[in-house]
Every structure is written in structure tokens, then in C-alpha cells.
């Protein structure tokens, strides 16, 4: 990656739940250097809580980079009559979902110039995000084509003499051949000004232009620059048996020559989940704020969690989280069956509505085997010693954190007895489960204890923990 991932990503910090849970779940994480391995690891926040096996050694869909006989062949098929064959690949601009007639309109002026100024033994293979093609009509062209159908990506690009990219992580996998590329950066700065990067252009071997006339200069001139370090650096694992070693490692365990297996780093220490709600600007929130920001993050490993669609309503306050402490953004929905579903919208509904129909010890014995399986689906097995339901609010994340295979500790902030009769913002029932299914009540003080008393059945697991004040 030439971008940052993951936490790095200064717009979409909220958004990598399905990712990291899939890494957590996974039993390898195929890497091709170091590089990537480390970034990757440290920006899904997968350290401590991933089982995987670390695996550097080539990637399967690189190795094709490393097939001349093939390059010659699909040459002679799609371009035998041109002297110089380009690949463009530039990076996707713009909202997922929405085309940006602009973006489109200076690409579109690109094209026609580049289209005009080629002699008649050049050629433009074009590979567009799929919504920017949408919007372009690549067949009025006379020297630029799209990408012919039929081939995969990578098989394709390799039969061309240079590739033209700008940001695009391409660059890394089309430097296994050895040929030629450029990097048309027009609008670097624009680009960069709110996404973060691992490494700088500069640091990039490629040469680096700003306008056509350079950018003709450079793909019609030899490869003049030395990429030994970077290939050194970030593809000396690809071989042309890579997904053969892939396939070894993964159904036999045979670990091939040249490969390197290793586990993601764990530090021994405890692993604690809470549950920070929606990450609202209320007392709630700053109390658990307060609370991560001092205490001793060197004696375990805390990570929170909250809805994706909160983290990003609410990204200048995740972006706020102190350093140290990790987060699964939650996505997706309850798997249930019908009569479940019903039943667990039904009591979510009559909640809303004070109705009491349904009973909270029913639906919690109801999904039992529900909740752990949702635990597993959120956080993708990850292993935890202590769960915190640290809001002490909400029906579900309530009985979902009761079903963590750890001990478990909710919180109580306030007096839910005077809550119950002033705001009707939770139920009796609900709290008198949790009171008896958890190991530890928090009591934000001692004032609480009491009302507290009223919904629980015994009141030796209560604690006092008072909130923190950030005086400074």
C-alpha cells in the first residue's frame, strides 16, 4: 500500500469492521514483504487478537508478471501491430457510488490530447474504476482502447511496455517485470491534501510528471532509473510457483522454500473489550474518554467498540481516542431466524412503547447461542479476558456482552431507579438480568449503591469506580 489503511485513513477510520474482522478470523495473512505486513497489521489493530500465521512469499495473481511466454502470446493477439503498447491505470477520484462529472471532465481532456498527439504505432490500453467508465466512451478514440474482455487484469497489463499510474498500489506488482513505469501525479497535491500516505512519491524510484508533455517524454524514452533497492525491498518473495507454495501451505501445512511464516505478535498481556456506546457527546461518553485516557495502558490491551454509522457521525471523537487503544467499529446485522427475529424486534418495539409483554430472561435464554454467535461475527473470534459493557445502557449490547466467554463487568452511572421512573429509558427486567448475569457492577459512586440494591438480587460483585476527572 502506497495509502494509509485501516486507522490511517484520515476520512474512513470508522469504516474497516468487515476487514479487520476478517483478518482476526483468518488463519493466514499472505503478505509479499514486510512492508505491507507491518501496516497492515499495526492499522487493522490485529495485533494481540489474531491467532494467523504471517505469511511472506509471492502473491498467486503476481506471479503471471513473471511469464514472458504469456506476455508474448496475448502481445501478438491484442496489440501486434503496434511498436509501443501503454497501460493507464490511474487511482479512483471521488465518493464510491457517485461519478464526479469534474474528475471526469480533466480525464476526459487528458485522453483527447493523448489521443491526438500518438503516432499510428502507439497504442492506450485504459483500465477506469468501473463507475468513471460508465460516464466515458472510450470508442471514439483512435489509438485508445479499453482493457479487451476476457483477461484478467494483471494478465493483461503484462503484455504492455509501460505502465502510466499515478497513486495506485499497482506500481508495486507491475516492478516484477522490469519494465518501464511513470507516475502522472497532476493533481498530487489536491490528492494528498486529505489522504495519508506510508511513503512519499519521492521516495519512489519511478520519474514523476505533472503534464503531457513530459509524460509523452518519459513513456517513449528507455527505462533510465534503478529500482534494485525497491524490488529488493518489496518483491523479492514473487515467484512464478507462488500460488502453488499458497495451496501447499494452506491444504497440506508444507511450508516451501523461501517462505517465511510468522505469528502475528501477541504481548502476553490481558485483552479487554468495551462497549462505548454510539460515542454521543454526553457524560457517558466522557467518562469513558477520561476514563482510556489515564489509566495505565501498559498493563493490558483495551479495545472498544460502537456502530460503524456512530463512528462516522462521530469521527472527530473516535479520532480523539488516546493512543493505545484499539476499536471494532460493529457492522452488519443480528443473524436470526424468522421467529427469532420477530420475537427480538417485537421486544425491542414494546420496550420503545413501556409494554412489557415480552420478558427480558425469555429473549436472553431465547438467543443464548444467538448472542455468541453474534460475538463471533462482530469481532471474528478474537479472544478476550474481561468484556466491559462500559455505557450500561442499551438491550442489546447489554445481552450481548453478558454472553462473553470472559468475566464480565457492566457499569451503572447514575441512579436507574429515578431513570426509570423520570426519563423511561430502560426496563426493570433488563437491568435485574444484568445485575444477576454479570460478575462486576460498576458504580460510578457510592450514592448509587442502594438504588442500585433494588434490581439486583445480591450486591457482593458491586464496585465502586469512580469516574475520572480530567482536571488538566
Not at 239 to 265: F, H, I, N, Y
Not at 412 to 417: E, I, N, T
Request: aromatic share 14%; charged share 25%.
Amino acid at each position: 500500500p502506497l495509502k494509509t489503511l485501516g486507522k490511517g485513513i484520515k476520512n474512513a477510520m470508522h469504516n474497516i469492521g468487515n476487514t479487520q474482522k476478517n483478518f482476526v478470523c483468518a488463519d493466514y495473512l499472505l503478505y509479499p514483504n514486510e512492508y505491507t505486513m507491518n501496516h497492515m497489521i499495526e492499522d487493522y489493530m490485529i495485533e494481540n487478537i489474531s491467532n494467523a500465521q504471517g505469511v511472506l512469499t509471492g502473491y498467486p495473481r503476481n506471479a503471471v508478471f513473471l511469464d514472458k511466454e504469456r506476455a508474448n502470446e496475448i502481445r501478438q493477439k491484442e496489440a501486434a501491430g503496434y511498436r509501443k503498447a501503454y497501460a493507464y491505470m490511474p487511482t479512483w477520484r471521488g465518493a464510491i457510488g457517485s461519478i464526479d462529472e469534474d474528475v471526469n471532465d480533466i480525464l476526459r481532456a487528458y485522453l483527447e490530447e493523448l489521443d491526438s498527439r500518438f503516432e499510428d504505432d502507439e497504442i492506450l490500453f485504459v483500465n477506469l474504476h468501473p463507475i468513471a467508465v460508465k460516464s466515458l466512451d472510450l470508442t471514439c478514440y483512435k489509438h485508445i482502447k479499453k482493457f479487451p474482455a476476457g483477461y484478467e487484469t494483471y494478465d493483461f497489463l503484462n503484455c504492455t511496455d509501460c505502465l502510466i499510474t499515478d497513486y495506485s498500489s499497482v506500481f508495486y506488482d507491475y516492478a516484477i517485470t522490469g519494465k518501464k513505469c511513470v507516475l502522472f501525479a497532476y493533481d498530487e497535491e489536491e490528492y494528498f491534501a486529505d489522504r495519508g500516505v506510508y511513503m512519499s512519491l519521492s521516495d519512489l524510484p519511478f520519474p514523476k510528471v505533472y503534464n503531457l508533455d513530459d509524460l509523452l517524454t518519459e513513456i517513449r524514452s528507455p527505462k533510465n532509473y534503478d529500482d534494485t533497492a525497491f524490488l529488493k525491498e518489496f518483491c523479492a518473495y514473487e515467484s512464478k510457483d507462488a500460488a502453488k507454495k499458497v495451496l501447499d501451505l494452506a491444504l497440506d501445512g508444507k511450508q516451501s522454500e523461501g517462505m517465511t511464516l510468522r505469528k502475528v505478535p501477541c504481548n502476553g498481556k490481558k485483552n479487554i473489550i468495551m462497549n462505548a456506546g454510539n460515542l454521543d457527546r454526553n457524560g457517558v461518553t466522557t467518562a469513558i474518554y477520561n476514563l482510556l485516557g489515564n489509566i495505565n495502558r501498559e498493563e493490558a490491551n483495551y479495545y472498544i467498540c460502537f456502530p460503524t454509522v456512530c463512528g462516522r457521525i462521530h469521527s472527530d471523537t473516535l479520532a480523539a481516542l488516546p493512543e493505545g487503544v484499539g476499536y471494532f467499529p460493529l457492522i452488519g446485522r443480528f443473524n436470526l431466524s424468522i421467529y427469532k427475529n420477530l420475537i427480538w424486534y417485537a421486544f425491542l418495539s414494546l420496550t420503545l412503547l413501556k409494554i412489557k409483554l415480552i420478558k427480558a430472561d425469555y429473549v436472553a435464554k431465547l438467543l443464548k447461542d444467538d448472542w455468541k454467535y453474534e460475538i463471533k461475527r462482530a469481532f471474528g473470534g478474537a479472544k478476550f479476558d474481561n468484556a466491559i459493557q462500559l455505557t450500561g445502557y442499551g438491550a442489546k449490547m447489554i445481552m450481548m456482552f453478558s454472553e462473553f466467554d470472559c468475566k464480565k463487568t457492566i457499569y451503572v452511572h447514575s441512579d436507574m431507579k429515578k431513570e426509570i421512573e423520570t426519563r423511561g429509558n430502560q426496563r426493570e427486567d433488563i437491568l435485574r438480568y444484568a445485575y444477576r448475569t454479570y460478575d462486576n457492577l460498576a458504580l460510578v459512586t457510592e450514592d448509587i449503591w442502594e438504588a442500585t440494591a433494588y434490581f439486583a438480587e445480591r450486591t457482593d460483585h458491586f464496585k465502586v469506580a469512580h469516574n475520572i476527572i480530567a482536571y488538566e
